[in-house]
């Protein structure tokens, strides 16, 4: 498909759905504010921007993490240093070559996903987590898909705070993954969403949002994003990166 015929400077009559729930607590108050900010503005470019609710936050992460740990534990077993992936130098015998392959080519979040993937496909584990979380993604998607019947798109934050330092929250892993809350719900329905740049915080470090649309309408997606490109002078706002 040719998206760039979605490219036109024009959201009238475009219906936007806004979560009350994605503003709440645990979102930053300056991208709060971002994101109250660019609804007005596609509310003076003619679009119908109202709150709406969507409740699956508390829902989305656990569910998220369930499910791509345990694929990842699934798809990375492949990795054994003799058919995929690196294989180590320091071995004696074909125990040592999967050992220390993994051990050595592995960095510590790839194996803490691995760790706690083969936990919930355990004999045991199965049905209370894994398959629970699989229900709760259905359970996600038939939300979202109430929403589009009707809207045309949902506009969220992308992230509750701007970026933090490298390494900074590497001994937190649980406070890192909350950095995903606004987004994992949206992998989990396998829907299209697309981040925007919108404005720079009183740090000079950029805020985005969100714009997602419902399976196969992503147009919607790049025709609401290029208004506001069109509309909005964030282009030229340069982040501010400390060393």
């Given at each position: ?32 504010n971002a994101i109250l900010e660019v609804a007005e ?203």
């Amino acid at each position: 498909m040719d998206y760039t015929k979605s490219l036109v400077n024009d959201v009238k009559g475009m219906k936007i759905g806004l979560p009350r729930e994605f503003l709440a607590e645990g979102v930053s108050e300056e991208v709060r504010n971002a994101i109250l900010e660019v609804a007005e503005k596609y509310r003076e470019l003619g679009a119908e921007v109202e709150e709406c609710s969507l409740d699956v936050g508390k829902y989305s992460l656990a569910t998220y993490y369930i499910i791509a740990c345990a694929e990842a534990s699934s798809n990375l077993g492949r990795f054994d240093g003799i058919r995929y992936g690196y294989r180590t130098e320091n071995f004696e015998n074909l125990k040592d070559i999967y050992k220390n392959s993994r051990s050595e080519g592995f960095g510590p979040e790839v194996k803490r996903r691995i760790i706690l993937g083969t936990y919930v496909l355990s004999s045991g584990y199965y049905d209370a987590y894994y398959k629970k979380a699989q229900k709760v993604r259905t359970f996600i998607k038939n939300e979202y898909d109430k929403l589009f019947e009707k809207y045309d798109l949902i506009l969220t934050p992308t992230s509750p705070t701007t970026a933090f330092k490298l390494g900074e929250k590497s001994n937190n892993p649980l406070e890192m993954y909350m950095a995903d809350i606004c987004t994992v719900s949206v992998n989990i329905a396998g829907l299209p969403g697309m981040n925007v740049p919108a404005k720079l915080d009183s740090n000079g470090l950029p805020i985005g949002f969100l714009l997602v649309g419902n399976s196969f309408e992503e147009e919607k997606i790049f025709r609401a994003a290029y208004t506001y490109e069109q509309n909005t002078n964030f282009r030229e706002n340069k982040p501010t990166f400390k060393k």
